[in-house]
């Protein structure tokens, strides 16, 4: 037969109830703390990502940009007159010399004028020839006129002398030497005035030719003008070199001033090289370039840095210190970097992704062990293409994340693997 327990029962229900709180303080804890955990850093696979180590010493500063082979010595060749594309003689790649004619072009009014030109430079050389015999003509009979009141001068002079002493010795009336002495001193006033008027004569001449020279002078510049103008329709390189463009077709009617074909230099090339605006404002003239053509690389130094932003950039020219790699051409798509500055002993790491010169941003630091990395804030200072200054938040040695990071940016903690 069954013995009733009453303690055994009252010590389950005892039983139940402090489980029954364990249970009931428990999962409110177990919950609370589990909220409060960390959440599992995310996996990042090592092989994916840009590592790099802090070091300490020399960084070169340095900026870099695309740019092309230019020639230094170019020649655009406009059109001198109004006039019609002829005939194209020389394609554009053809080598030229100074002489060598690309085109030829054609101007009827060109042609009459220079005719018409030449007429009226021979016409104003006749003239001033013409102008000279009369004038000498001139000069000559004013001349032949003085020359005879001089003699009769000189005689009536000489006759008043000779009849004053004869008056003083008495042979002779005093009246008749009076009478020469008025007729000397009447020839005297007269042949001052004629070379008075043969002096104003000589420059009168003198004057009218030079008014006929200068008319000749201009008809001869107007006519070498046209006559250039003319030659100038047999369109001529004007230097030895390459005919890099003809801008003009067979047919088309060009203006004055119409650029018509360039010629350049290929044997004497410079590089322009487009720097971007934020880094252009260290570059100065005579810094140390190297221009990499993608056929081998060239040294040189900047000669000139536009005042102008085009596009975002700066165009910096680079002259080369020694003879170009092979297959250097004009309009070669060429890298240029140029060297800003050394920095000795400091701090630097290669250039984050996201590294701009005096920012404070977030990099992952990687741990002891390699296996872990955790974010650090870091202060950068000035930076180059390949490398930034670094101020803060890191030491010589650290090994740091440099790859775009911004998929991870609520993460503190990442694991590598």
Do not use: C
Not at 77 to 83: D, E, G, K, L, V
Not at 148 to 159: H, P, T
Not at 259 to 269: F, G, I, M, W
């Amino acid at each position: 037969m069954d013995i009733a327990r009453p303690d055994f029962a009252r010590k389950k229900r005892v039983r139940l109830m402090v489980y029954g709180a364990a249970m009931v303080v428990a999962v409110p804890a177990l919950t609370i703390g589990v909220s409060r955990l960390k959440p599992a850093a995310p996996a990042v696979e090592r092989s994916t990502v840009w590592l790099d180590t802090v070091r300490r010493g020399e960084m070169l500063r340095d900026v870099r940009g695309l740019g092309t082979l230019v020639p230094v010595d170019v020649r655009w060749i406009p059109a001198q007159s109004s006039a019609r594309v002829d005939k194209i003689v020389l394609q554009s790649g053809a080598m030229v010399k100074a002489d060598s004619i690309i085109l030829e072009l054609s101007d009827p009014q060109l042609q009459l004028d220079a005719l018409n030109a030449e007429y009226a430079y021979k016409a104003a050389e006749a003239d001033l020839a013409n102008l000279k015999v009369q004038l000498s003509n001139s000069l000559m009979g004013q001349k032949s006129t003085a020359a005879d009141i001089e003699s009769e001068y000189q005689q009536a002079k000489m006759q008043a002398e000779v009849d004053k002493q004869l008056s003083e010795e008495g042979i002779q009336a005093a009246l008749t030497a009076k009478k020469s002495a008025v007729v000397a001193e009447q020839l005297a006033i007269k042949e001052g005035l004629v070379q008075e008027q043969l002096k104003i004569a000589d420059d009168a001449a003198k004057a009218q030719i030079a008014a006929q020279q200068a008319h000749l002078e201009q008809q001869r510049v107007l006519y070498e003008l046209k006559k250039r103008q003319l030659d100038a329709l047999h369109v001529r390189a004007g230097l030895n070199g390459v005919l890099s463009a003809v801008s003009v077709e067979v047919g088309q009617q060009v203006a004055l001033g119409t650029n018509l074909v360039r010629v350049a230099d290929p044997s004497h090339l410079k590089a322009t090289v487009q720097i971007p605006e934020t880094q252009a404002k260290d570059v100065a003239i005579g810094q140390k370039a190297t221009i990499d053509t993608h056929n081998g690389t060239a040294e040189g130094h900047v000669t000139r840095v536009d005042a102008a932003v085009v596009n975002g950039t700066v165009a910096v020219d680079v002259s080369f210190n020694s003879a170009l790699p092979a297959g250097a051409r004009p309009d070669l798509s060429v890298d240029g970097t140029i060297e800003i500055e050394r920095l000795p002993n400091i701090l630097y790491v290669g250039r984050p992704v996201q590294g701009q010169p005096n920012s404070t941003i977030g990099l992952f630091r990687v741990l002891a062990g390699g296996t872990e990395a955790v974010r650090a804030k870091v202060e950068l200072g000035r930076t180059s293409v390949n490398s930034v200054e670094v101020l803060r938040g890191l030491q010589a040695g650290d090994q740091v994340v440099l790859s775009d990071m911004s998929g991870w940016d609520s993460y503190d903690r990442l694991r590598l693997e």
